[in-house]
């Protein structure tokens, strides 16, 4: 992380602080200098003269030493480049602008004040942990927040975000259930971060849903160039009960491939212990890299928020990647970021279609969605529908409106469905303690 971080408390935050005014808080309208933060125009994707385009922003972080999801904004270029081809949306042309919030709390606010500045009509499918810092701007501007990644207490309270997954909370719940049947102690691994601080009530949830004991929570620095002391107390924490099988949760976006580089060295002498975790920390290529069929992801259960990457119903973003990404070597079809961008940029689609020859603004895009329009992904989610409702506003997910998990399990090296179809986590996340 950089030095700008913000002090922030130690202790897991509550998340039933009351959600914020919707719009009527002052932004100050600052440009974002594009060598600071990244910011600016993807070239080839704005239209020509008269035809009214349609500008939106996408960010996240790139060249950090911590999480990089460089991935989105590239997918979000090549859908541009899709739907441009084939006469725009309505008529008209997608204009992108892309942002690098370079896991900094400045640069975050930076680029919601960018976003802005150019008057865009929405923020769509976007990863950021600094929500405090971004979503202020936008409420001012009254910009809606279109399938952000799911990090964030925010990202689930603001009446500016419409969310296309269950974000953290969902996987980690939908994991913990899975491994209450399945291992003894189980020990969580997660960065010393503000969204950090949001995991452990959630793995905790799912695993008492199966009757099982809470998880052993360890911070570890999100940036480490190797974790063998995390490592060895996880190890020894998950083996503490000699009659049962344990299981380590690393839970460290990118850091946790150098996390198990650690861990399969100080796993030698703990020959028993397993692991679990969540899209967005592994995929397919970790897998390989960490040796495959041999590597200690093997017979790891993994939870997801989509279908297996290996699935029909992706055909259509692999098409569009294959014609429009130019080999785009950022673009990964199994990563949880880019399949989220696509989905995100699906429902955008969807709303701007439904507005006819009407105006396509903030304003319009937002009210298309607060009035209830329902948006088919194409089975990758269940239809999805923003409305502030009670089911998990008791423990502070008001816009959470998809909470379905998929299971994933590791079998002779490859990522396969442990279960077909959805498991959706909303009774479960409604006995998360989270005070």
């Not at 380590?248 to 946790?256: A, C, H, I, K």
């Not at 028993?272 to 975790?277: A, K, P, S």
Request: net charge neutral; hydrophobic share 35%.
């Amino acid at each position: 992380m950089t030095g700008r971080r913000h002090h922030r408390k130690t202790y897991l935050p509550t998340f039933t602080r009351p959600v914020r005014a919707t719009v009527h808080r002052a932004a100050a309208l600052v440009a974002c200098a594009s060598l600071a933060v990244g910011c600016g125009v993807v070239p080839g994707v704005s239209g020509g003269a008269g035809d009214n385009p349609i500008t939106v922003m996408t960010w996240a972080p790139s060249e950090t030493s911590a999480t990089n999801k460089p991935g989105m904004p590239a997918l979000a270029l090549a859908y541009a480049r899709w739907v441009n081809a084939n006469g725009g949306i309505n008529g008209h042309k997608l204009k992108i602008l892309i942002c690098n919030d370079h896991n900094d709390t400045v640069d975050a606010a930076d680029c919601g004040r960018r976003a802005v500045k150019e008057n865009v009509v929405a923020v769509v499918g976007s990863y950021s942990q600094y929500s405090d810092s971004f979503f202020p701007p936008l409420e001012g501007a009254g910009i809606p927040y279109i399938g952000g990644y799911g990090l964030t207490e925010s990202e689930f309270t603001s009446p500016l975000s419409y969310p296309v997954n269950g974000g953290q909370p969902a996987l980690l719940a939908g994991l913990g259930q899975a491994l209450s049947k399945n291992c003894g102690p189980v020990s969580l691994i997660r960065p010393d971060t503000i969204a950090g601080d949001e995991l452990p009530a959630m793995l905790n949830s799912g695993l008492k849903s199966g009757g099982h004991a809470e998880a052993g929570d360890q911070l570890a620095k999100d940036d480490a160039t190797e974790y063998s002391t995390p490592a060895k107390t996880a190890l020894d924490y998950a083996s503490a009960d000699s009659t049962e099988t344990g299981c380590v949760v690393p839970s460290l976006g990118d850091r946790t491939s150098t996390f198990m580089d650690s861990f399969r060295r100080a796993r030698a002498d703990y020959p028993d212990v397993r692991t679990g975790t969540v899209l967005g920390s592994v995929d397919q290529t970790v897998i390989n890299a960490n040796g495959g069929a041999s590597s200690p992801y093997e017979g790891s259960y993994i939870s997801g928020w989509y279908p297996v990457s290996t699935d029909k119903r992706w055909d259509q973003m692999k098409q569009v990647i294959n014609k429009h990404a130019f080999g785009d070597n950022r673009i990964d079809v199994g990563d949880a970021g880019v399949q989220t961008t696509w989905i995100a940029y699906t429902v955008f689609k969807e709303v701007v279609e439904s507005l006819g020859d009407g105006e396509v603004s903030a304003d319009s895009v937002r009210h298309a969605l607060d009035k209830g329009l329902k948006v088919s992904t194409g089975g990758l989610t269940p239809t999805l529908r923003w409305q502030f409702q009670d089911e998990l506003a008791a423990v502070g997910f008001p816009r959470m409106v998809n909470a379905d998990v998929t299971l994933q399990v590791v079998r002779n090296g490859r990522l396969v469905a442990a279960k077909k179809g959805f498991t959706d986590m909303t009774e479960t996340l409604k006995t998360a303690n989270v005070s």
